[in-house]
């Protein structure tokens, strides 16, 4: 490997070429089918051959000498002794063996939530789900970080999948630049997140599609509470947050009392509209949802909330709503009220009109394509039915037992005594991070692969080296990206790095199941397994691939499944006719009321879109104490918290930058570029003011992605925001994250 060479990968962040030399990789550059590459790749080389790359497998001290008792209270605070793989795999194995001997593999769980990286074969989501499912199964997780309040609350209301909706009934974007004459965007749309997509993104055209939207002189409205969420074109509406559907109640609002909605399409589209009305109007409550209502609430003036109601009206509207939105506590409410406005409006199944959710929130969405079967690593069968909602881990793992509900189900958490992580890093997803630590301490093994020494790496008792995508040979492709690589292995594994797929090999055949985990294909074999079946798939499609080998040649091939003409106007089939095409609901309609909902007998979210306020946000009596909404994006130079090890050398990068408002840095004293600790009830980190105007008074914005590194007082160092975010379950409906509801104070550092 000592020659010069450039080949071409693919990643989470779309695909770029990558130079080595001399067993390292030197470089990267641009792929030259993307019109707007991602900067993210330029910390690949100092990254993959950094100082924190895990060298060799490593277990806690207390922990291999003292056993599980000891090794508890210690997690985060300890020394590690490194092994040789042949022992290390066998105390590994052997750890899994007693537990799921002395108490069955209901005590582990393996939910282990992450991203990884990009590559179909070697995913280690895929990876880690199989292998434990060929030892008899494990406790897994449902949902996602990302959206689980939507994928709870979507199918009650259009009867639907949220993935499904998103991928398949949602307008494309030439659909939108057709037709579309105002976009209004409730947390905005924002090209920063349209960089990266699940499994890849090869042709970044958000940007792009913006400002043809612009150009060609669409009304675009960003509805966030920064203006940097949506081209600077856009009339800017910073609301405050958590108050979405207060907005949303007054839009609906307007049209009922000026006889705006479509109340024929309410009658044959949708059910429940009456039962909503008396709400809206205040018959049921008391409390018209008026303008001025709504004011008090989110900070729009009446005005413009009458002004912009009128022109939804009269125009062709599509209401897009961010992800963001539903990581709050009752999360669900603004996407179900999103949909009833739309509803109201009557324009669902038109051409660039209705409802979108997830715009720009990864770089698929929008993207007109042609949708194949996946190539994916097949994961057997979990014999063990028992799951958690995804962000409830520090729950389970404080209350083994303990009562919650979930969507109408009473369920109780399971009694977890081992943890095994592969391509996730919690210590940097979940919220209340000093909570999850304290929960961390509650099993007998926490197992961690990795390719870093991350927060979550720290807290294992055993930690086995992962290698990256670049020192492994995998096949990259995207379900909404029409491009297929073949993904070289580039540089030998760092150190004693392996695959997750040997490793977990190697577990298999020491527990006596590795034939059922490999079905004796090594990487290579099931490579080509994968590959074959996906061009059997393919050729159905009529779509002929070359050979594997020949892809190895070529590095990579673009599929002719790109194109407006892939995609037809959404929710058409059911607007035509609904008794012939019904929605997957009860009703077979847009249920504005639910009777499933209301069922569950949740007092706080009845059966029709409601206000419910918010524990913390800026009307509550906490915010006397701490008077700044906290929000919490997408980091702009990187994916959650990968490449982190490299970002975080650059000088000045950490800790992480926090966007407050230029009278709220006034009035503590702060000016850009000052060292500040922001804090509230459950932790505090540093972060680096930027001082402005794009973010609305009262909120301050600190993007994920740290490595947390509290000192010993508590405070992180890095700028964590997840040390100050509230873990609570975004309702009873979806259990999502709530990471958006959070309340803080800001204070500059004495020495800074
Ligand atoms: N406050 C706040 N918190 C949030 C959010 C928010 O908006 N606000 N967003 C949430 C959302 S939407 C998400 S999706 C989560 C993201 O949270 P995660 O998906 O957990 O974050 P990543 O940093 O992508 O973690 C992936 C880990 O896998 C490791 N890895 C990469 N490749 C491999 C491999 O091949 N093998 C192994 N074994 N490991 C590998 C990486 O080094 C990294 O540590 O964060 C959530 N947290
Ligand atoms: N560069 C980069 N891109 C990414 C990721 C990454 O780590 N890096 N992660 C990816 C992942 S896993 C996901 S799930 C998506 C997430 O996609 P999103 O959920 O859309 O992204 P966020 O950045 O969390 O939030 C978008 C904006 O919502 C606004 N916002 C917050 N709260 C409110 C509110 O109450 N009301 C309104 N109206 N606006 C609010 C904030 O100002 C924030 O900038 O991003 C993906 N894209
Ligand atoms: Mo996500």
Redesign the pocket.
């Known amino acids: 490997m000592s020659a010069r060479q450039t080949k071409v990968t693919s990643s989470h962040w779309g695909a770029f070429k990558v130079t080595t030399e001399n067993g390292r990789i030197v470089s990267v550059g641009p792929f030259e089918a993307d019109p707007n590459p991602s900067a993210i790749p330029h910390a690949v080389p100092s990254a993959v051959h950094h100082r924190t790359r895990v060298a060799r497998p490593s277990f806690r001290r207390d922990w291999l000498e003292g056993g599980p008792e000891r090794a508890r209270s210690e997690r985060g605070n300890d020394e590690y002794i490194e092994l040789p793989w042949d022992e290390a795999l066998d105390i590994t194995a052997a750890e899994l063996d007693r537990v799921r001997k002395e108490h069955g593999n209901g005590a582990i769980f393996g939910g282990s939530y992450g991203?990884a990286s990009a590559g179909r074969f070697h995913h280690a989501l895929s990876q880690i789900h199989r292998f434990l499912n060929s030892i008899g199964g494990y406790v897994s997780s449902y949902a996602s970080y990302?959206t689980a309040a939507a994928q709870a609350i979507i199918p009650h209301v259009l009867g639907m999948n949220f993935l499904k909706f998103t991928w398949g009934e949602q307008n494309s974007w030439p659909m939108i630049a057709e037709h579309t004459e105002l976009l209004v965007m409730?947390?905005?749309i924002?090209p920063?997140?349209a960089?990266?997509s699940m499994g890849g993104v090869t042709r970044h055209e958000t940007t792009g599609w913006l400002k043809t939207f612009s150009d060609g002189g669409m009304g675009l409205v960003n509805?966030?509470?920064?203006r940097g969420?949506a081209p600077d074109e856009a009339e800017w509406l910073p609301?405050i947050?958590?108050s979405?559907t207060a907005l949303m109640l007054a839009l609906a609002h307007v049209l009922e009392t000026q006889d705006l909605c479509d109340r024929q399409f309410l009658d044959t589209h949708a059910v429940g509209y009456d039962v909503f009305r008396r709400y809206l109007t205040g018959e049921s409550d008391g409390q018209p949802k008026t303008p001025e209502w709504a004011d008090g609430l989110c900070g729009i003036a009446p005005a413009v909330i009458r002004d912009l109601a009128c022109k939804m009206a009269a125009k062709r509207t599509l209401i897009t709503v961010?992800?963001?939105?539903q990581?709050?506590q009752n999360g669900e409410q603004p996407f179900w009220m999103a949909a009833t406005l739309a509803a109201m409006l009557g324009q669902i199944g038109l051409p660039g009109g209705g409802i979108g959710y997830g715009y720009?929130?990864?770089g698929g969405v929008g993207v007109p394509i042609k949708r194949l079967d996946g190539i994916t690593l097949p994961q057997g069968t979990n014999p063990i039915e028992d799951f958690i909602p995804v962000a409830r881990i520090a729950d389970m793992l404080l209350s083994p037992g303990g009562r919650y509900d979930f969507n109408g189900q009473a369920r109780r958490y399971p009694d977890i005594k081992l943890v095994y992580w592969c391509g996730g890093n919690p210590f940097h997803h979940h919220q209340d991070l000093n909570r999850l630590a304290n929960a961390w301490m509650q099993p007998d093994t926490i197992i961690v692969h990795e390719p870093w020494w991350t927060p979550t790496a720290k807290r294992a008792d055993i930690v086995l080296p992962a290698t990256t995508p670049y020192e492994r040979e995998d096949i990259g492709r995207a379900p909404s990206d029409s491009f297929l690589f073949h993904m070289p292995k580039l540089i030998d594994p760092i150190a004693e790095a392996r695959n997750d797929y040997d490793i977990f090999s190697a577990l298999a055949k020491r527990l006596g199941c590795g034939d059922d985990f490999t079905e004796g294909r090594d990487a290579e074999g099931w490579l080509r397994h994968l590959f074959d079946r996906f061009r059997q798939n393919v050729s159905a499609d009529g779509i002929e691939l070359p050979s594997y080998d020949e892809l190895r040649d070529r590095n990579w091939i673009e599929l002719p499944i790109a194109g407006a003409e892939h995609c037809g106007t959404p929710l058409k089939a059911f607007r035509d006719d609904p008794e012939a095409a019904p929605l997957g609901t009860p009703s077979g309609k847009i249920e504005i009321f639910s009777q499933t909902i209301d069922g569950f007998g949740y007092k706080e979210t009845p059966g029709h879109p409601v206000w419910c306020t918010p524990d913390e946000w800026l009307g509550a009596g906490a915010a006397k104490q701490y008077p700044l909404h906290l929000?919490s994006?997408?980091?702009?130079d990187?994916?959650?918290s990968q490449l982190e090890a490299a970002l975080a050398d650059i000088p000045d990068a950490r800790p992480s930058p926090v966007l407050i408002n230029a009278s709220d840095a006034a009035h503590r004293n702060i000016t850009d570029g000052d060292v500040v600790r922001v804090f509230n009830g459950r932790g505090s980190c540093l972060a680096r003011a930027v001082v402005g105007d794009r973010i609305r008074d009262s909120v301050i914005?600190v993007p994920t992605?740290a490595w947390y590194d509290p000192d010993e007082a508590g405070n992180d160092q890095q700028g964590n925001p997840n040390i100050l975010t509230r873990d609570i379950g975004t309702s009873r409906i979806g259990q999502g994250s709530s990471a958006?509801t959070t309340l803080v104070e800001v204070e500059k550092l004495a020495d800074s």
């Open positions: 991203w990302s409730f947390g905005g924002n920063k997140n960089q990266v509805i966030s509470p920064q969420d609301i947050p958590g979405d961010a992800w963001s939105l990581r709050a720009g929130a990864i929000v994006p997408q980091p702009a990187k994916l959650h914005a992605g958006h």
